[in-house]
């Protein structure tokens, strides 16, 4: 394979682009993404001079995800492995263990501001405690992919990975961190944009699980859900009444499913309060290729897409 | 459904969280159950001393299965048409940031099963599904009722007696189907009935059907020609059959067990050769040539990258589950040949903190492996014939 690279390189060297010719030489960069955002920024940043193996692909649940082996495999043979931070993924620790991996683990959420955990059921959570045990669960919010300006220290973050572990690519990486970064401010703009056309009165919405945080941080949609920021823990009863009280209160104005978790508790939530389910949203994976979502750009216009059309439809 | 590898999880968590303000104390809590081949009665050892905490007496010679929580030892009896619970007296309760460890004596608990020749014990999830030969029958129970001292369960009939297994899923019950023609042989298939007994779908077929594991959020059923891999769907379990590769000489698994902290299943192909199946991997099998026949074997739920198998030269062999080979072996006991009757006494392992621990029944004496070195540390003495070993425990925050 790598030969025919190198040939097909030598004899058409004149049309290769700068940043091309090097890629054409060497060999590529392994790296190990964990989830199908980060895999979609490796790809924008180090283009062919690098080869990514993702752990968790498109509508994948990184909450949960059980590592394989043959994860443990490609994780030992990595040059970098890309990874969120925060907690985002739970197995982490474990597979960086099995596979005892010499690689740089790079959390891509360096540079981040955390944002805690919402509390939007208080009373819920005084409930659980009564019965004699506080509940701490993690509380930093590991989706900071979510805020597009986030995104850009993703990206950052990636762009010094790679220069540290292949500097003779640093320009090109730079370059095409610098041309992603250009086109994420953009797809932003159309964020803003969006949101500003939706009235503020309708502007609260219902997901599964807490993976809105930083969006609704940045751009000023609030996120209700009736799962926490992992999709670990089972949601209790209350939190559900809770949910379903707002809406009857007309406080929420849509309610949507994730592309990675099941949908029957917002399949009930819709039902007990007549909303119909406004779409799906791309929570904590990309889609498949071919799906509305397959790179990280087309999961931030297809969810605000998603979003408008289901409030202004209602 | 949000099935966790617990062990490992809790461990991590407790790893990562260092930083984390707390009055409370970590501590670690390792116990052995250890039944005997010939004598009615389980011992509690502590794991790191070798101490003994105490003795039960059961109905018969028994054998022993523990739950996922490790909250319960459940001591299967077929020759004694019971079974009878023991609370381990080790709970970690799993508070997302932290586990808490709690600790008290362990004691037979008031709660027995009665039925004709138990035989296959499955936990999912907190659901026990107790499978009894001699009728043909499935008790389901949950664990919180056993622990409460509740025996009450629900039951669940095939069409005839056989040695079968159930598996309480997703509020539906998975059952083998007999083979009609031949009960006495193995059975031929899966049988999903829901809450109401109502039969959901097809039979799965499955000729030659025996061995059972749990890994994470997926299950494998072993048969003659490949495993039926079952995970949660939408409405119901969702059952795929995964026939064996063609690169595999002709064989089959009889035994699984689950990978814990890694997703992945062990089991035997044949006497002497074991199998390592990704079932969500192009190369779905991998397998593992033995010096000579299986005795046991049994995964690290502590070392995710290990499991162990012990073999009739009397050797205990460390498999590397990322690279697929046995990457050390030791002599630990005299042969213990696989001629004979399956259930003579044989050694059998179990993992419990850094140690790997082996019975050795013929000798009275359970041999200790240091994990990290796997080199043998010590020998503890044990009256008659230890047998059938399981190990609960790990860490927690004692308040
Ligand atoms: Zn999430």
Redesign the pocket.
């Known amino acids: 394979m790598l030969k025919t690279i190198r040939l097909a390189a030598l004899m058409s060297v004149i049309t290769l682009t700068p940043f091309g010719l090097a890629s054409a030489f060497a060999e590529p960069l392994k790296v190990v993404a964990s989830f199908s955002v980060i895999e979609d920024f490796a790809k924008n940043v180090g283009g062919d001079r690098i080869e990514v193996t993702t752990i968790v692909g498109p509508d994948g649940d990184a ?1 949960v995800y059980e590592p394989k082996p043959a994860d443990a495999v490609a994780m030992s043979k990595a040059d970098v492995v890309l990874v969120n931070g925060l907690h985002f993924e739970g197995f982490l620790q474990r597979l960086v263990e099995a596979s005892a991996t010499k690689a740089t683990i790079v959390e891509l959420t360096k540079g981040v501001e955390p944002i805690k955990m919402k509390e939007e059921f208080e009373e819920a959570e005084e409930g659980e405690a009564a019965d004699g045990h506080a509940h701490h669960h993690g509380d930093t919010d590991p ?1 900071a992919f979510q805020s597009i300006a986030n995104a850009k220290i993703y990206v950052k973050n990636i762009a010094e990975a790679f220069c540290a572990a292949d500097a003779a690519g640093c320009g090109a990486y730079k370059a095409n961190a610098d041309a992603y970064t250009q086109k994420l401010t953009e797809t932003e703009g159309e964020v803003k944009a969006a949101i500003a056309s939706i009235p503020e009165s309708k502007r609260t919405i219902i997901t599964s ?1 807490d ?1 809105f945080g930083y969006f609704e941080h940045e751009y000023g949609l609030t996120f209700l859900a009736p799962e926490g ?3 670990e823990a089972e949601p209790s009863a209350a939190d559900v009444a809770a949910l379903i009280r707002q809406v009857r209160e007309d406080k929420a104005s849509a309610v949507f499913v994730e592309n990675i978790t099941n949908t029957r508790l917002i399949e009930q939530i819709a039902s007990e309060t007549g909303l119909k389910v406004g779409g799906t949203l791309y ?2 994976a990309l889609s498949f290729k071919g799906g509305p979502a397959s790179t990280y750009i087309d999961m931030m216009r297809n969810n605000i897409t998603t979003i408008k059309g289901a409030i202004l439809g209602s | 459904m949000l099935h966790l590898l617990k062990t490992v999880s809790v461990a991590a968590l407790l790893a990562g969280i260092a930083a984390t303000a707390s009055f409370a104390e970590e501590n670690t809590a390792w116990r052995l159950f250890i039944s005997d081949h010939g004598e009615p009665v389980v011992r509690a050892l502590d794991a790191g001393s070798g101490r003994e905490l105490g003795k039960f007496a059961t109905k018969v010679p028994t054998s022993l299965a523990r739950s996922d929580s490790g909250k319960t030892i459940f001591a299967v009896q077929g020759k004694g048409d019971i079974v009878q619970a023991i609370s381990s007296g080790i709970s970690i309760g799993d508070h997302g940031d932290h586990g808490d460890l709690k600790i008290e004596d362990a004691k037979l608990l008031d709660v027995e099963f009665a039925g004709k020749k138990p035989s296959h014990f499955v936990d999912h999830g907190g659901d026990i599904a107790l499978f009894f030969d001699g009728e043909g029958v499935a008790r389901t129970t949950s664990e919180t009722d056993v622990l409460d001292g509740k025996a009450d369960f629900r039951e669940t009939k095939t069409d005839a007696p056989h040695h079968g297994l159930a598996v309480a899923f997703d509020g539906h019950v998975l059952l083998t189907e007999p083979n009609k023609e031949k009960p006495d042989e193995l059975p031929v298939g899966i049988r999903v009935v829901d809450a109401s007994g109502a039969q959901v779908g097809d039979v799965h077929s499955c000729p030659g059907l025996h061995g059972e594991a749990a890994s994470g959020n997926i299950l494998a059923i072993a048969c003659a020609k490949g495993l039926l891999i079952v995970k949660s769907g939408d409405k119901e379990p969702s059952i795929e059959f995964l026939p064996y590769s063609e690169t595999l000489p002709e064989g089959k698994t009889t035994t699984l067990v689950g990978g814990r902290g890694l997703q992945y299943f062990l089991g035997n192909y044949g006497p002497s050769a074991v199998v390592l199946i990704d079932s969500t991997s192009k190369e779905a099998f991998r397998r593992i040539e033995l010096p000579t026949r299986r005795v046991h074997f049994a995964v690290d739920p502590v070392r995710p990258k290990f499991a162990y198998v012990f073999t009739e030269d009397g050797m205990i062999h460390q498999l590397d589950v990322v690279s697929g080979a046995i990457t050390k072996s030791l002599p630990l006991t005299d042969p213990y040949s696989m001629d004979g009757h399956w259930s003579d006494p044989r050694p059998r392992i179990a993992v419990a903190d850094d140690a790997i621990y082996v019975t050795d029944p013929l000798k009275s004496t359970l041999h200790v492996i240091d994990a990290k070195s796997f080199e043998k540390t010590k020998d503890i003495s044990v009256e008659g014939k230890p047998f059938n070993i399981v190990a609960v425990g790990g860490s927690g925050e004692t308040h």
Do not use: Q
């Open positions: 909450h989706h699980h993976a920021i992992s999709t929570s904590d």
